[in-house]
């Protein structure tokens, strides 16, 4: 079979060789996404791998897909909402996407973020640039068992972020319309309002989808706790970036992590000039209680074989019109 991975990342490639040597089969490399304009290149192959954050394309574009044979679509990421599935659905295309890659290794970025911001060490470093080394009583921490995180989404991610705040004594809430009740051992659950409310730190784990963007806005950080901290790990879009330079100028929100953006896809995973890089990015990134990561949350070794090996299983089961488990569906 011969498979064309699009989006390939240097770290990519000896998982992608490997595979192929390991199934036999071809595997082309490319670093160009899948668009309109390499549409053209999928030409002779019988199934696609895509990585990226952007959208691919109109209806029309998956009509041509469709006609020059691709039957589906496997890309090496949780999330899916760079792909029309309605489009994909009416063209007789299957997408597949890779939501258990190493929950784990999203969980401890989260945490990552959240103890930077917790402890206070960036706006710590800030003075020191400055040469203040005073302890600064506006500056004290607060230990994380004794606090309450809020996990809204509580799928495999945001299962497994749950279980290390548990782990480090903090009391964990969680929302979720679909209640996993695997977790039930770790979480408590309750209702989105209640977590706004109350949560010391609130973490997002949801897919971005017309119900949830902006599902962080103005009123909600209103309504949050005085000095509260929100982590997302998930979809940029799931924030109001700039309800969230509000809440965080006026020093009603104590801190931000954040792993994604949404205008991300404009420079994120490139090399820009910081002057040329978006507004709302330049005035986070000068904030010493924000901490903003490239979307790297997933980049572990780990995290990067299992995407590209289960993508490439799942090109192959589908092409062979197998069912697949992570199969995407309307």
């Given at each position: ?26 595997v ?23 990585q ?8 029309d ?10 039957k ?36 401890e ?58 782990a ?23 209702d ?33 706790k ?12 799931l924030i ?8 965080l ?13 949404a ?68």
């Amino acid at each position: 079979m011969k498979i064309i991975m699009f989006g390939t990342k240097t770290a990519e490639r000896p998982y992608a060789k490997e595979w192929a040597e390991m199934t036999g089969n071809e595997v082309k490399l490319v670093s160009e996404n899948l668009t309109a304009e390499t549409l053209d290149m999928v030409k002779g192959f019988d199934g696609v791998s895509i990585q990226e954050t952007s959208p691919l394309g109109d209806a029309d574009f998956y009509h041509q897909l469709a006609e020059l044979g691709i039957k589906q679509i496997s890309t090496r990421t949780a999330g899916f909402d760079m792909l029309d599935l309605k489009a994909c659905q009416a063209n007789g295309i299957t997408v597949t996407n890779v939501a258990v890659y190493s929950p784990r290794a999203i969980a401890e970025m989260d945490l990552t973020q959240a103890m930077y911001l917790l402890r206070r060490v960036g706006e710590y470093e800030s003075r020191m640039k400055q040469g203040d080394f005073r302890w600064n009583p506006e500056l004290i921490s607060n230990e994380i068992y004794n606090l309450t995180v809020g996990v809204i989404g509580i799928g495999n991610i945001g299962g497994a972020t749950a279980q290390l705040y548990k782990a480090l004594g903090a009391r964990v809430l969680a929302y979720d319309p679909n209640k996993n009740v695997e977790y039930a051992p770790f979480v408590e659950f309750t209702d989105m309002n209640t977590i706004i409310r109350t949560a010391d730190i609130i973490t997002l784990h949801t897919p971005l989808l017309p119900s949830t963007k902006n599902m962080l806005a103005a009123p909600q950080f209103a309504s949050m706790k005085k000095g509260a901290i929100v982590i997302n790990m998930a979809r940029g879009g799931l924030i109001n970036t700039a309800d969230l330079l509000d809440a965080l100028k006026s020093k009603h929100l104590g801190g931000a992590g954040l792993d994604t953006l949404a205008d991300e896809f404009s420079f994120f995973n490139q090399e820009v000039p910081f002057d040329q890089t978006p507004a709302d990015y330049q005035e986070l990134a000068k904030m010493p209680n924000v901490l903003v990561t490239p979307h790297v949350a997933f980049f572990t070794k780990t995290s990067i074989r299992n995407m590209v090996h289960i993508s490439l299983d799942d090109v192959v089961k589908v092409v062979n019109g197998e069912h697949s488990r992570n199969e995407v569906r309307i």
